[in-house]
Nanobody
Framework: QVQLVESGGGLVQAGGSLRLSCAAS????????MGWYRQAPGKQRELVAA???????NYADSVKGRFTISRDNAKNTVYLQMNSLKPEDTAVYYC??????????????WGQGTQVTVSS
């Protein structure tokens, strides 16, 4: 059983910063990619940023230059540093671990989500 535990969400004023963390635990051999998705009310879930085990990153155009994703492979933990936050960044942010190899095979796992609210 793989679990993802997220932390770091909250309420911040526009222009402020937040740092999200997500730790994966369980009988994990390896994780191909880890990332953050978000879903705002009435909108579809969208990719915010992702990072592979080799360190390659991918960002949504809307967060490039403001958000930075990083990863500690030894701890199976991914971070999202969010700077210059805007009200349109308000959403529930979900951590994802993709291509997780365990004794049960390969699968994707999701966190429960953490609320990020940016006030204007």
């Amino acid at each position: 059983q793989v679990q993802l535990v997220e932390s770091g969400g909250g309420l911040v004023q526009a222009g402020g910063s937040l740092r999200l963390s997500c730790a994966a635990s369980g009988s994990i051999f390896s994780i191909n990619a880890m990332g953050w998705y978000r879903q705002a009310p009435g909108k579809q879930r969208e990719l915010v940023a992702a990072i592979t085990s080799g360190g390659s990153t991918n960002y949504a155009d809307s967060v490039k230059g403001r958000f930075t994703i990083s990863r500690d492979n030894a701890k199976n933990t991914v971070y999202l540093q969010m700077n210059s936050l805007k009200p349109e960044d308000t959403a529930v942010y979900y951590c994802a671990a993709l291509g997780v190899v365990t004794t049960r095979g390969v699968d994707d796992y999701w966190g429960q989500g953490t609320q990020v609210t940016v006030s204007s």
